[in-house]
Structures are given as structure tokens and as C-alpha cells.
């Protein structure tokens, strides 16, 4: 049985990936750090059947032994500090986890399991201030936050592992995806969470920062497939991975407020206070590349993605 190794299991994205790689026949090992509330939620279906261990980007040895241990077939790098507003406010633990966790990481792959295919989890925040277009893998980088920054740096390292010592590392440039499965401080998440609370008479008002903003956003399910290609090409390349459709955050908002049957006129206050110091008005990915060599298609549209979390969390909320 095949087996992958990944980090940031207990995440968004960890989640998914492993339930798909289980249903493929594949063992699954996840790092996970240690923390006082070790939150396992979105592990809730398969926590039996994934061999969890403790580890953390931030120390090496932590992730050398069980990569010794187990011998993945592949790697995931999904562990981040991920939030693009907190890396405004911890640059350097942002750095060290999500720029030098990376390194820290291939270099412990290159130590104790070199013939394992590694997956660096790169974003569309590496482009930042790309313009209007849409961006490709031959969009230069202009990240606008010590998130894209961190995120760039592992992107370029991971290319510098390949060429460097001939391992098979894969950039994955992931647009924004989501699902109900978010944490509450992404915007969407943020979105839905609050829908649900209004309309279940817990909450009046929703507090959100620019909404003209537009990103393109797609489904996590379909994102995390489109990472186990990447390692199942024949040639180790980086990836563009997106719908080619960019909406504003108005956009989202209004859906969600649409569908739990709310106007969203009556709950919305503008808060400047949640204004980024550097904001990037627009992205949009073009993933042809993607379509054409890994044969990949996201199959949710947004309209899906957004009722399928505004459903999700009305029903959480018993709304
Ligand atoms: P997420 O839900 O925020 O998950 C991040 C994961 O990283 C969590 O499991 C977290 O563990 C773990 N982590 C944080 N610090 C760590 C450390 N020091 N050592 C080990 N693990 C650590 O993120 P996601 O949405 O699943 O995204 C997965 C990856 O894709 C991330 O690298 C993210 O930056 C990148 N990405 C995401 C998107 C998107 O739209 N979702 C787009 C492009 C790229 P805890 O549970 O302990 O906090």
C-alpha cells in the first residue's frame, strides 16, 4: 500500500486530501504539533484510519524521524501559518513557519526519504499586484504580505530542491478554496458563519473590510485532487490551479444572504479597521496548463460553493 506523509493534516485542505488518498487505497501519516486544545474536527470521519504524529515545521527532527519511519511515497507540504491578516502582525513566526518550515521540511525529505514526491503548497498571494489580467505559472511574483513573501520563498526553494538534487518536488499555485471546512477567519467562512447566526437570531450585524475586492474562488475538494496529479506526472512541474472566474467579496456576501433568505442591506457595516495595509484588488487564475496535461476540471461552480457552506453552516446553527 502506498503511503503519504502529510503536514497541516488537521487544516482545511489536510482534511480532504487524506479522506481522498484513503478512498485511492493509499496509508496516510499526518503531522501534527502539539497544542493545549488539539482541535481534530475535520479528522472526525477517518481519525481511525490515519496514523497521526507529533511534529511541527518549526524542528526538523520532528518531521526526519517519521519521514525515516515510514518511507512516504509522497509528502504534502500543507502546514502554514496561512492567514494573510496575522502575517501583518507575526512576520517573523510567519516566516519561519511557512518560508523556513518549507525548507526545514525538503531538507528532511532530502535526509531521510530523497526518492519521495513532494508537494509545496504555493498561493495566488505570490502574485499580489499582478495587474488586471489573469495570472499563469508565467506571471511574474509581486507579493503584497509577508504571508505571499514567506510563501514565495518556499515556492522558489522547493524549484531549487529539484534542480539542485534532482528530487521530484511539485509548486502547486493554488487560487483561494474554500468549503465549509474554513476557518471562521477567512472571509467566506466569515461570511457564511455570520448568515447562519443572523438568521438564527444570534447575531445582527457582519462586519467586513473592502468588498470590492475579487478573488477567484473555488472548491478545496477539487484543489486537493488536482495536488495528487502533480505527483503523478511523469516530469516533476508547478501548477496553476484556479476556476479562470474572479467574484468580489460583495458577490459572495450577497449570495449568502440570498439563500438564507436575508437582505443583506439590513446586516453589513463596513469596518476600516479590517482594511489590509497592502490589499491586491483582483486575482484570477488561469489553469490551462492544468486542464491540458493533468487533465483537471474543478467541478463545483461558485454558486455551489457558496450554498454548499451557507447550507452547512445554517445547519449548524440549527437556523
Ligand atoms: P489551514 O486550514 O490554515 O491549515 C494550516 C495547517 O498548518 C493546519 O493543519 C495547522 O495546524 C498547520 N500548521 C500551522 N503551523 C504549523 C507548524 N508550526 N507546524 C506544523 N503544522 C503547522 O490551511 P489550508 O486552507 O488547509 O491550506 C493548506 C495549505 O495551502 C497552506 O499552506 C496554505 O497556506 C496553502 N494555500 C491555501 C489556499 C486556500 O485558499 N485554502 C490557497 C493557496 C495556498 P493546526 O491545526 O495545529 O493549526
Redesign the pocket.
Known sequence: MPTAFI????????SFLAEQLLDAGWSVVG???R?AS??LWRLAGIRDRITMVD????DMGSMIDPLREYQPDHVY???????VATSWRQPLLTGD??AL?AARLLEAVRIACPEARVYQ?????MFGLAGDGVQSEATPFHPRSP?GVA?VYAHHLAINYRESHGMFVVG?I?????SE???PE?VTRKITMAVAAIKAGKQDKLRLGRVDVRRDWGF?GD?TRAMTAMLEQDQPKDFVIATGKSWSVDDFAKRAFDIAGLKMENHVEHDPALMRPAEIPNLCGDATKAHTELNWQPQLSFDELVTRMTVADLKRAGA
Not at 511534529?55 to 518549526?58: C, H, S, V
Not at 493554488?174 to 474554500?178: I, V
Request: no cysteine.
Open positions: 503536514t497541516g493534516i488537521t487544516g482545511q485542505d489536510g503531522l501534527a504539533r497544542s488539539r482541535s511534529g511541527d515545521l518549526l507540504n500543507l502546514g502554514a501559518q496561512s492567514f513557519v511557512t518550515g503548497a504555493g498561493s495566488s498571494e504571508y510563501k502547486g493554488l487560487f483561494n478554496h474554500e471546512r474554513r476557518s477567512f478545496a484543489y
